[in-house]
């Protein structure tokens, strides 16, 4: 009962759901939220902000959440809500949807961040909550395995991009292999980081089409 969960608790929320998302600053693939109820609101040993673990770590962190977790749930938004709705609300239906999915209805909700979804009931946002929150770090895993393994599959479709190795994100060997093939379907063609990179020209004549 101590930290930021404790204090809520003991305001009567027993039932937490933890609500992190991964993807938010990707260059290709969805927005990936988790929502995470954890059993008597006991923390799980090892659980902090995903991107502070190898994915070694994450997966069988991963694992443990959905055996010993009292609820887990995801919501996923796909590229075209995203490029339709902007990155920032896209993340909050990723969240809502998320939330709604839990088979186990929370008292209080606690989100990564000071963005707020539309959801029911109480919603705490929490800074670095990923770090602070051991329900908001539990999604925070979920959320981010549950992607990774989306981005390794669209690797399977789109290999010349590398989506198993840097999962959408923007580094150097992405943005190269962007500007040497074009853009894939997953790509957010909205994000300003992926129309400043110079196309090739069939590529970039076909994009106008």
């Not at 305001?11 to 995470?36: I, K, N, W």
């Not at 923007?170 to 063609?189: K, M």
């Amino acid at each position: 009962m101590r930290g930021i969960e404790g204090a809520i608790r003991r305001r009567g929320f027993r039932r937490l759901a933890g609500v992190d998302e991964a993807g938010r600053g990707a260059l290709a693939g969805p927005v990936v939220a988790a929502a995470v109820i954890l059993r008597d609101g006991r923390p799980i040993p090892g659980v902090t902000d995903s991107k502070l673990l190898s994915e070694e770590r994450r997966e069988g962190l991963y694992q443990q959440i959905v055996d010993e977790a009292l609820a887990v749930a995801v919501g996923i938004v796909e590229v075209p809500i995203i490029e339709l709705r902007n990155i920032l609300q896209a993340t909050l239906l990723a969240m809502e949807r998320a939330v709604a999915e839990l088979r186990v209805a929370p008292d209080g909700i606690v989100v990564d961040g000071l963005a707020v979804p539309q959801v029911e009931p109480t919603v705490f946002p929490v800074p670095r909550g990923d770090l602070q929150c051991p329900s908001v770090g539990a999604a925070s895993i979920v959320a981010k395995v549950t992607r990774d393994r989306m981005m390794r599959e669209y690797h399977q479709t789109y290999p010349v991009y590398g989506f198993d190795r840097h999962k959408g994100y923007g580094t150097e060997a992405h943005l190269r292999a962007i500007a040497e093939h074009g853009l894939s379907p997953i790509h957010r063609r909205t994000f300003a980081r992926v129309r400043q990179i110079p196309l090739p020209l069939v590529a970039a004549g076909r994009q106008r089409c």
